[in-house]
């Protein structure tokens, strides 16, 4: 039965392809079928390769096939027949003699069923894809995920032969050209035909970017104008054959009256057609004699003016002259594709991708899309940012303390965290969680009494809206700010990582404008006030220096055991090149003094005389209790709630991080 089938269908093809013109079908969806084509039928949950197997004639059309991300095969489902072909595979259906008119494809299952042609029209309509033109060969590609699953092909054929030949021009007198490069040389209203491949970076309305690599591997950009025919998908690549006519239109270079455009052969990845990052460059591509005209561009940190009504705007830039120069680059910007424009904010920074452009002789970029910087997070300003450039914290901080005095206004924040993503060196493959201290930051109101008081009865600031200039980051880091910051409501606030430093102890290792807790005995030493490590014998002095309405309690004093809450600060620049991390922790001690230290009380936690010391406030136990609940004699590594108990039965408890 099978061998009759077969012999008939054979018979069938033979007689269609005696005429002018024919109709060939190539079933993959029975064993009958692939069998008439010359295949094997495969076994079940297997499949035959057509490259493999080659090429098969049927009624004088020949199919061929290019294997994509897996083998384009025939596949047997338990008895269900498909031809499938993966990402990037393809078949390719050709005559030797006449012309193909027409392809019906039949799909056998429509989730994935995404083909291009090579040339002619091809569209698809649920499970029916249909292919128009004349050709002798016509590519079908997969550019969709997975696999597309065919059931059949139906082709039909002329003799008539094919109404345009791929290898000559459309015209043998007109102009040929072969690199985008040259159009500007051509006389306004010289038609061409353009002889290479070119692919698509961007498509809007009439408006067709396109990019060329020339044999070095060099990206060369261009604009066609005019209805083309096609709607093309980023990364197309367009067949060489077109033609048009080249334009000037009030400086820009164009190629207009845009015809013979055939469908994508091809999808690139979208690494070719992605924008080349010119941060920090807005100065050279803003220059018409540059030549960044219709390539696609995209710069980071950049500030923008507000959107007038004719959708003009301006790009700033905080960039560097040649001698290193601070200077502002600017560039004008155009909102010609109509995109939905921020509210824009002096302070912030935004991200923006477009098509640069020129316009009697101004280059110009049309926005693909604006994005407002998400921030940066508080340890990358630390331990890479740099003073005077703008900054906005993409972290939730803690407001532990302030201060008004001599130095300023100034808001103690922290992001307290214990472990971040470093990924500095990202790009040579280094990246990954790392323990780590909290960072922090003094907030400087510039003077502003209405921010201070806002900021200092807040407990949390939310991320995002923490935006300043940054100052002095190698010795007492701190943000000028340029804009409120909002408050962030927390159901409970966080127990704040305070550092307790001990002189006794001989240790300290503060942050610049850390807030933390330190304990040693008040003396005057050659009439300055100074914490000392121990009574009457002076090991470790620390430079001292009074919050104002603390003065009088201390003054009178002398020799007393102190615990103060204070903000530290460093009076030498941290060292950058410490093999710790991190690395600005300084602790070196000079003589009998932190002289890289001058500690500022904000809160006097407790206080004893030398009698009261003496008579037994001095310390008699301290335990360490994990976040977990666990007690012992020895710190826990990270993290430990420190419970010192003192002779008179008193205690304090404070969170301190072991290093």
């Known amino acids: 039965m099978n061998r009759i089938f077969s012999i008939f269908l054979m018979a069938v093809l033979a007689f269609s392809a005696s005429m002018a013109a024919s109709v060939v079908t190539f079933d993959f969806s029975t ?127 002329s003799g008539d032969g094919p109404e345009v030949d791929p290898e000559d021009p459309i015209d043998p007198n007109i102009c040929k050209l072969d690199s985008l490069q040259n159009l500007a040389s051509l006389e306004d209203g010289t038609p061409f035909q353009f002889m290479s491949d070119v692919y698509v970076n961007y498509q809007w309305h009439e408006n067709l970017w396109v990019m060329q690599l020339d044999a070095e591997g060099n990206a060369i950009a261009g604009i066609i104008y005019g209805d083309t025919g096609k709607e093309y998908r980023l990364g197309s690549v367009i067949p060489a054959g077109w033609t048009a006519v080249k334009s000037t239109f009030r400086s820009l270079v164009e190629a207009t009256e845009p015809a013979h455009f055939a469908n994508a052969k091809d999808i690139l990845s979208e690494d070719m057609y992605s924008a080349f990052d010119c941060t920090g460059y807005v100065n050279e591509v803003a220059d018409p ?15 923008l003016s507000e959107i007038d009504n004719r959708g003009m705007f301006t790009i700033y830039s905080d960039e560097t002259d040649i001698d290193g120069t601070p200077i502002e680059a600017t560039m004008t910007g155009f909102n010609k594709f109509g995109i939905e424009y921020p509210e824009v904010d002096d302070t912030e920074r935004y991200s923006i991708e477009g098509m640069m452009s020129i316009y009697n002789g101004t280059m110009e970029l049309f926005p693909i899309s604006i994005t407002s910087d998400p921030g940066t997070r508080l340890w990358k300003v630390l331990y890479a940012g740099e003073d005077g450039a703008q900054y906005k914290l993409n972290d939730t901080l803690l407001v532990v303390a302030a201060s008004d005095a001599a130095d300023g206004k100034l808001i103690y924040v922290t992001d307290n965290v214990e472990q971040v993503y470093y990924d500095l060196y990202a790009d040579w493959g280094y990246a990954e969680w790392m323990a780590w201290y909290p960072d922090w930051i003094a907030l400087d109101c510039s003077g502003d009494e209405e921010l201070f008081a806002a900021l200092t009865a807040q407990q949390a600031l939310a991320p995002g809206t923490i935006k300043g200039k940054l100052q002095d980051r190698l010795t007492n880091p701190r943000l000028v700010l340029n804009g409120t910051p909002q408050p962030l409501a927390m159901e409970e606030y966080p127990m704040v990582t305070l550092f307790d430093y001990d002189l006794s102890q001989d240790h300290l290792a503060a942050l610049g404008h850390e807030v933390g807790r330190i304990e040693g005995y008040f003396y005057y030493k050659d009439g300055v006030p100074c914490l000392c490590s121990e009574q009457d014998t002076v090991v ?5 220096d009074y919050a104002p309405e603390l003065e009088a309690q201390m003054a009178s004093k002398q020799g007393y055991q102190f615990a103060l809450l204070s903000v530290f600060k460093l009076d030498e620049v941290w060292d950058e090149n410490a093999q710790s991390a991190p690395a600005r922790r300084i602790s070196a001690v000079a003589d009998d003094y932190f002289t890289n230290y001058t500690v500022y009380p904000l809160q006097i936690l407790s206080s004893s005389s030398v009698s009261e010391v003496a008579s037994g406030r001095k310390p008699i136990g301290v335990k360490y209790v994990s976040p977990s609940g666990v007690s012992s004699s020895a710190p826990h590594d990270g993290v430990n709630i420190v419970v010192t108990t003192y002779g008179d039965g008193s205690t304090t408890t404070v969170k301190r991080v072991v290093k």
């Open 31 to 157: 064993a009958e079928g692939i069998t008439a084509m010359g295949y094997d039928v495969p076994e079940p949950s297997a499949g035959t390769n057509l490259t493999q197997a080659g090429p098969v004639t049927v009624g004088g059309v020949t199919l061929s096939a290019t294997d994509g991300a897996t083998a384009t095969r025939i596949w047997n489902s338990q008895g269900s027949y498909t031809l499938r072909i993966y990402v990037d595979g393809s078949i390719t259906l050709s005559v030797g003699e006449g012309s193909i008119t027409g392809i019906t494809v039949n799909a056998a299952n429509t989730s994935n069923f995404d083909l291009i042609a090579d040339v002619g029209d091809y569209s698809a309509d649920g499970a029916v894809g249909a292919w128009t033109g004349s050709a002798t060969a016509v590519t079908l590609t997969h550019v969709g995920s997975k696999n597309a699953q065919v059931a059949s092909l139906v082709v039909t054929t």
């Open 289 to 303: 004699e540059e030549g960044w005209t219709n390539y696609k561009v995209s710069f980071d940190g950049v500030r």
């Open 540 to 544: 470790v002095k620390l430079n001292f």
